[in-house]
């Protein structure tokens, strides 16, 4: 039977009063879960319930092991290089008994490697641009080496390049090293692309969970976002691509 990292049970959630009808849903070991729904429905403060910093409404959640988490933002009072920042991924392995050492170092490096910013290892992260600083957020979340990575929009900041090489990182964690990886994004393709089971957060604090192509259907996402989305299939040098496109209703020029 597959392992289950992350369950929830009759899940709910909020500020208060749930944003949510109770929620079940889980991700098993080496599967990609995204999370999608409109502004202000609740994504983050869902994430936030997963990692144990807002506490849940009711219900419960049930996760094996550590979690490596990427924040949308994360300011500094201090000016901290991208290698500490990094480094600090490491605290709960490191302790307070032990200095980092050399292979915590190792790991650091490798983080900065699987994410193309090795060469910002030494700047100060108040310095970086927002993409870059996602990307360093993303690499302390490896260094974490958790089971579990819970990212909130990890691509939201970052050009095309990175947006594939993030998507890459995502299915070749879940894929070679059987991690599990729990996403938010605004952009239906992303989860098209990476995610094997997608959670959909409706109005009326409805929710589907499911296969990506079956939750992400044209219908479901106009409920989802008021905007007609359509599914366009391209085959690009033998490959086929699912593209779920947004048909935004603007004047024309
Ligand atoms: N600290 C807080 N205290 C009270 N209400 C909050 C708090 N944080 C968020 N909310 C409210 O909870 C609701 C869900 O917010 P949340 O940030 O989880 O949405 P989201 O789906 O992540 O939105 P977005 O796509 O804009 O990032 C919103 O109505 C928001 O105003």
Request: net charge negative; proline share 4%; aromatic share 6%.
């Amino acid at each position: 039977m597959t392992e289950i990292t992350l369950a929830t049970r009759q899940l709910l959630y909020g500020h208060g009063e749930a944003l949510c009808d109770p929620l079940d849903f889980a991700c098993a070991a080496g599967e990609v879960c995204a999370v999608l729904g409109a502004n202000g429905r609740g994504k983050t403060s869902l994430l936030q319930t997963l990692i144990g910093t807002l506490p849940a409404l009711g219900g419960t959640v049930h996760c094996t092991g550590g979690i490596g988490f990427v924040p949308q933002e994360f300011t500094s009072a201090f000016a901290y290089r991208v290698f500490d920042i990094v480094l600090m991924g490491r605290a709960a392995q490191v302790g307070l008994l032990r200095m980092p050492d050399r292979r915590d170092d190792s790991i650091v490096r490798e983080a900065l490697e699987a994410l193309h910013i090795a060469p910002l290892a030494d700047r100060p992260f108040h310095s970086l641009s927002g993409g870059q600083r996602q990307l360093v957020l993303m690499a302390r979340a490896l260094a974490t080496q958790s089971r579990l990575l819970v990212l909130d929009e990890p691509a939201s900041a970052l050009d095309l390049f990175n947006q594939q090489a993030v998507l890459q990182l995502i299915r070749r964690l879940a894929r070679e090293q059987g991690i599990s990886v729990l996403f938010t994004t605004h952009d239906p393709s992303h989860a098209a692309l990476a995610a094997d089971n997608t959670l959909l957060l409706l109005p009326q604090r409805q929710w589907l969970f499911g296969a990506t192509g079956e939750v992400l259907g044209e219908e479901n996402l106009q409920q989802a976002y008021g905007v007609t989305v359509k599914q366009i299939n391209v085959t690009h040098q033998g490959r086929d691509y699912s593209l779920l496109a947004p048909l935004f209703d603007v004047p024309k020029r």
